[in-house]
């Protein structure tokens, strides 16, 4: 019996019903431009199932400001795991230059299992939801159970799913966000994680892979258990830099006229927190909740500012409520997106995480325990945090194994001197792992984020983008003072 022209073709590409939708363009929100538009997709959640079970995928898109000037479509991520990205192209294209506006469509999208894409929801409470987990002996039992329950609560919540939550999968969804889109070829603007995705895209679709701009990127090589305790080592030099700013500037700050009194300072007031908190701003720091704000020193006149005022706030002086730390930029810590269950945040980040890279996370509790011990000697800002145990430790496998970053893709990845989530030995080994990539380093550029804060950096970054001209060679460029 012969088979039908639909069932031929199946057979012959059986993701044609995916990537021949006809998408439905509808205006974003109210809230937002009428140019600002809205679809939503299906892709299979297995695809070596295509004919499966299927899950939602939200696209957005934001055309092109000239017809004529049009290139192609500019595909964002914020990273992650776990960032929504639908409302980027209103968002963070606000602030690109008009040359990429005008030949891009820019086109946002929540990742599988995020925000308004079939949201991953596990039931976490707010405790739950938590990452700062020091390692203390007599505590170290409850983090056991933290791990367990967050890794079986979401088994229980989300069953199978939960193995295809994986950012090959994700790359996936991106080819057929491409092709549903009519395009031969995406260019892209990951941060982050997404400098991860973008680069396994890179690796599994070469041949569709544009212009790759990876900002603030993550070392491939690392990527799982590594990826935490790559910040652990990076904060370290970090405060030694801010210990020598600041003990310069002692006239101004108070904490210490050589770089070992400011360290002294900052230890006496980890000691005096943990015999009782101190009470800054309304917020009770403990030596802990002091050691957690480890972000903040990649920033050293924002640090210094916080330190001076948690000093004066242990004296019983009145601090001045504007130093305030810094927001842990994390891989779990990516923008909140809307009407979505309240643990998505941190239900889609360890799923992906986990997924990702379970076989190489030990399942044995006493190894983070001795692993914890280890780093919090050598690393004693965090050390502790980043090796304790996690939930992927009890986490089931994911479809596949991770992808190997090696190829001869071009791309152009920009990295900050001193970035505390995706440290500049991250990001050189994603430059050695990309061989057709250039680098541009910021030297002296603190924080997490490059692309749009006005750089050193952006010049080169959009003329790559409008021409596809990469540098001819390595860059590193100065930031500004102050």
Request: net charge positive; hydrophobic share 35%.
């Amino acid at each position: 019996m012969a088979s039908s022209p639909s069932e031929a073709s199946a057979a012959k590409d059986p993701l044609r019903q995916y990537t021949q939708q006809a998408p439905r363009w509808q205006r974003c929100d109210a809230k937002t431009p009428a140019t600002f538009q809205c679809t939503t997709l299906e892709v299979p959640l297995d695809y070596s199932d295509p004919g499966g079970k299927k899950t939602d995928i939200a696209v957005s898109r934001l055309k092109a400001s000239s017809a004529k000037e049009r290139r192609g479509v500019l595909l964002l991520n914020p990273g992650g795991p776990g960032g929504p990205g639908l409302e980027l192209p209103v968002g963070l294209g606000a602030d690109f230059p008009g040359d990429v506006k005008r030949q891009y469509d820019l086109i946002g999208f929540d990742p599988r299992g995020v925000g308004q894409s079939s949201p991953v929801s596990c039931g976490l409470t707010a405790d739950e939801q938590d990452l700062e987990r020091p390692y203390r002996t007599e505590t170290f039992a409850k983090e056991v159970k933290w791990a367990r329950t967050v890794a079986d609560k979401c088994q229980a919540a989300e069953g199978d799913r939960l193995r295809h939550l994986t950012t090959r999968n994700t790359a996936r969804d991106m080819d057929v966000i491409r092709a549903v889109l009519g395009e031969k070829k995406i260019s892209y603007l990951g941060y982050s994680y997404g400098t991860y995705l973008g680069a396994v895209y890179a690796q599994m679709f070469p041949r569709r892979t544009d212009r790759f701009l990876l900002d603030s990127a993550a070392d491939p090589v690392r990527y799982g258990r590594g990826t935490f305790q790559a910040m652990a080592e990076r904060a370290e030099p970090a405060f030694t830099r801010w210990t020598e700013w600041t003990a310069r500037r002692h006239t101004t700050y108070a904490l210490g006229r050589t770089p070992a009194e400011v360290r002294k300072t900052f230890r006496d007031l980890i000691a005096q927190a943990d015999r009782k908190p101190i009470d800054h701003g309304g917020t009770l720091f403990t030596g802990d909740t002091i050691r957690a704000q480890r972000a903040t020193f990649s920033r050293v006149q924002k640090a210094a500012t916080w330190v001076a005022e948690l000093k004066k706030a242990a004296e019983g002086r009145k601090p001045d409520p504007s130093g305030t730390p810094e927001q842990v930029p994390s891989p779990l810590r990516p923008a909140s997106a809307r009407d979505v269950p309240s643990d998505n945040e941190a239900a889609s980040a360890w799923a992906v995480l986990c997924a990702d890279t379970r076989t190489t996370w030990p399942s044995d509790p006493e190894q983070y325990r001795r692993d914890a011990i280890r780093d919090k000697a050598r690393y004693p800002l965090s050390g502790d945090f980043e090796s304790n145990i996690k939930p992927c430790a009890f986490w089931k496998p994911g479809s596949e194994p991770a992808t190997s970053v090696n190829s001869e893709v071009s791309a152009l990845i920009l990295q900050n001197e001193w970035d505390p989530a995706t440290p500049l030995a991250g990001g050189q080994a994603m430059h050695r792992a990309l061989r057709g990539s250039r680098m541009i380093t910021v030297a002296g550029g603190e924080g997490h984020g490059v692309y749009g804060t006005g750089s050193c950096a952006d010049k080169s970054a959009t003329a790559y983008l409008t021409t596809g001209r990469l540098p001819a060679e390595d860059l590193a460029c100065r930031a500004s003072a102050g």
